[in-house]
């Protein structure tokens, strides 16, 4: 995993502090230090060279022709075409997932 500018804590004596994600329990984060020239190594790692692209922007779930490719796809597999979807202002949402009428409350 990349190691974010806001996950970096510290620079000293030649060694860059940094937060970590524990593995074991989510909630609880821990820091770590390393010295600069890993961390410079282990960063740079992340850094793709010019004209390369990230894996999760190409192919299907790409935006560029995503529509098409995901038609061309349900076809071949014969599935349906996806149920459009259902737009409702926020009185009515409110009104049928919690039952409470937002309108009956004005000032």
């Known amino acids: 995993m990349a190691i974010s500018n806001h996950r970096s804590t510290g620079l000293d004596d030649g060694a860059v502090t940094f937060r970590l994600r524990d593995s074991q329990n989510a909630k609880v984060g821990r820091s770590t230090s390393l010295p600069a020239e890993i961390f410079i190594d282990r960063f740079l790692s992340h850094v793709l060279p010019s004209g390369f692209k990230r894996i999760r922007h ?3 779930p790409a935006n560029r022709h995503k529509t098409k ?3 061309a796809c349900r076809a ?3 599935l ?3 149920l ?3 737009l409702e202002s926020v009185a009515d949402f409110t009104t ?3 039952r409470v009428d937002i309108t ?3 000032h």
Do not use: E
């Open 58 to 60: 190409c192919g299907l």
């Open 84 to 86: 459009p979807a259902v």
């Open 80 to 82: 349906p075409a996806p």
């Open 76 to 78: 071949l597999f014969g």
């Open 104 to 106: 009956r409350y004005h």
């Open 96 to 98: 049928r997932v919690a």
């Open 69 to 71: 490719k995901l038609a």
